[in-house]
């Protein structure tokens, strides 16, 4: 298994170093290919960094280097911030006619995006793996911590959300997230329309960073889970398929107790007790009943388990959820806080609660049965002024799966994929523009995506790896984004990029003459400034991202003092609002997330 996940490791990272170099070349051949069709001189073509070969072929050296981060062109005659343009051997060139450098800066983005196209056509042909896209008119809440701000302003479980900031919608529950968590509708508050018992009412609430979902991330995501459809998709050779369960599957209920979750679902199966279950499956409209027998799954030794799952949000082991049929539902509930384990405090690692529970070990009962050590849990409850403690037994529980993953598939044309881009670069370069009217003193509603959500080389280069280790097809479905992104950003009127040489081209047809340089160099080199300090900052966030939790925290600290925002004896944690990220997942959680879109990860025991 471990040589399994080395090998698929070792896999995604060479496609995304093939995949995410590709994009870079075929935006410096989109150069190449046009320049030559112009009759500009071309004094290189490399593919790679570092040069360690080179041959020239008609005046071109085409080059290999050691680097394989994408490539480059030289073009010395589209260079506008010097009188003088010269060949690598210092002989004069003429400079290029506007009309040609507008040609051979467009081709390079141009390239990008018909490169997204082409990659675009195979995910259309092939399908890509989603969780549940559906589009829905009304969401129905499931579950919602009491902590929270729709908690709070009265939204509850069972209420029925009909509208959002005043709108009718229709929207996947993603888009429907994402709607709030980027303010698109420039609102100070977000304001729900709910039905309750036939009773329609409204409740506003200002959103907060939703730490449970996305630890240190600070983005507001919705707290509350709605009912969701479950589509399913049988491994091959699994029990699902062999009893009849075939790829975009809607699971409606178990036993006849009906799903709204993929967590539900999981859960339901892995405590099954290997005991038959009889899905309630949803085939195009067509009802099915299909019984499936789950196996275990392999684990290395028995592992004692209480049932829940936990954040880590603020430094806090919360229960999250109560397994049903495990022991600690019969103590615990969501939102208890777990502050010591057998006497431990957890106050400055409540991650290691999980570990606690498994190095308790094992015992075998009076009947041969296995079974845990008992524990003892002090608790923190809301509305208790004191602390409780409770005594409990774990559980030895064989988890079993019937082999399922829980997405559909689905067949986006690329006209598609390319608006989905559109969409998502408006969406953040509008969010972006709230926050820095925000932070000059301009009152344009809620939202707190930064510089920080962003990501360069190294976040994109961490999230390809992750993602190609999933899906293959998702992985290439990333690859789309960011040729399309790269082709977008490069069309930007800024000098240094692209669409600066189109713009200075451009400027130089109307005025009829060259822009003279002494203006050109000066904006050239401010914008070369800001863009290299932006990919500076943005780098930074990507390194923050990888440390460790409390390498990130000592970090966040220093910063804020360095800033004057943090006073000596103040915390990151009451200052930043940051949170330890966790190590591990359950599958439950695990899929919860990925149905939201969103990084966050909720560890479970």
């Avoid at 471990?2 to 090998?7: D, G, H, P, R, V």
């Avoid at 939102?335 to 606690?356: C, H, Q, W």
């Avoid at 000592?554 to 949170?579: N, V, Y």
Wanted: hydrophobic content about 40%; proline content about 7%; some cysteine.
């Amino acid at each position: 298994m471990e040589i399994t996940e080395t090998l698929i490791l070792i896999a995604s990272v060479l496609l995304m170093v093939i995949f995410f170099g590709l994009c870079i070349i075929v935006h410096e051949f989109g150069h190449f290919i046009v320049a030559r069709l112009c009759g500009l001189h071309i004094e290189a073509f490399s593919v790679g960094f570092k040069k360690v070969w080179g041959k020239k072929i008609n005046g071109v050296e085409y080059r290999i280097g050691c680097i394989p981060c994408g490539g480059y062109v030289e073009l010395p005659q589209i260079d506008s911030t010097s009188d003088e343009v010269t060949d690598g051997a210092g002989n004069p060139l003429p400079h290029a006619a506007p009309w040609k450098r507008i040609a051979t800066a467009f081709a390079g983005p141009l390239f990008n995006i018909i490169f997204g196209f082409a990659l675009g056509v195979v995910i259309w042909i092939a399908g890509m793996p989603q969780p549940d896209t559906d589009r829905y008119t009304e969401f129905t809440v499931r579950t919602i911590p009491e902590d929270c701000p729709e908690y709070r302003a009265g939204l509850r479980e069972g209420d029925r959300i009909v509208k959002l900031n005043g709108s009718a919608f229709e929207l996947s529950w993603n888009d429907f997230a994402q709607r709030i968590m980027l303010n698109d509708d420039n609102v100070k508050q977000v304001t729900l329309e709910i039905v309750r018992d036939g009773k329609t009412s409204e409740i506003s609430y200002m959103p907060e960073p939703n730490d449970r979902l996305m630890p240190g991330e600070k983005v507001m995501m919705p707290f509350f889970q709605p009912e969701l459809h479950v589509y399913v998709s049988p491994f091959y050779n699994s029990p699902a398929e062999k009893a009849g369960i075939r790829a975009d599957d809607r699971v409606t209920a178990v036993d006849g107790k009906p799903v709204f979750g993929a967590d539900e679902l999981i859960n339901l199966i892995r405590f099954s007790d290997g005991k038959t279950l009889t899905l309630t499956v949803d085939r195009g409209g067509e009802q099915l009943e299909i019984p499936v027998t789950p196996v275990p799954l392999p684990v290395k030794e028995p592992r004692p388990q209480i049932g829940i799952y936990f954040t880590t949000a603020n430094d806090l082991c919360e229960v999250e959820e109560t397994i049903p049929g495990l022991p600690a539902a019969l103590y615990l509930k969501p939102g208890d806080v777990i502050t010591a384990f057998n006497g431990e405090s957890l106050k400055d690692d409540p991650m290691k609660f999980s570990s606690l529970v498994a190095e308790q070990g094992v015992k075998t009962g009076a009947n041969g049965e296995l079974r845990g050590k008992e524990i003892t849990l002090t608790v923190k409850r809301a509305g208790s002024n004191e602390p409780l403690e409770f005594k409990i037994t774990p559980r030895i529980v064989t988890p079993y799966e019937i082999g399922v993953d829980f997405y559909r598939i689905e067949h986006p044309t690329p006209w598609k994929q390319f608006c989905n881009v559109l969409k998502m670069t408006k969406r953040t370069l509008k969010s972006l523009g709230h926050t820095i009217q925000s932070k000059v003193g301009q009152d344009t509603g809620y939202t707190t995506i930064g510089v920080q959500h962003l990501s360069g080389p190294l976040g994109i280069g961490r999230y390809m790896i992750k993602t190609f280790s999933g899906s293959f097809m998702q992985g290439l479905y990333l690859v789309v984004m960011i040729s399309f992104s790269l082709g977008l950003f490069n069309l930007l009127p800024i000098p240094v990029l692209d669409g600066g040489h189109i713009m200075i081209a451009l400027i130089e047809i109307a005025i009829r003459r060259p822009v003279p340089t002494k203006l050109v160099q000066p904006v050239t080199y401010f914008f070369m400034f800001v863009l290299i300090s932006f990919m500076a900052i943005v780098s930074f966030y990507d390194v923050k991202k990888m440390l460790p939790r409390k390498w990130s925290d000592a970090l966040e600290i220093k910063i804020h003092r360095a800033a004057g925002e943090l006073e000596d004896g103040e915390t990151a944690a009451a200052q930043a609002e940051t949170a330890a990220e966790p190590e591990d997942k359950s599958e439950a959680a695990e899929t919860q997330a990925q149905t939201q879109e969103a990084p966050g990860e909720t560890p479970g025991e």
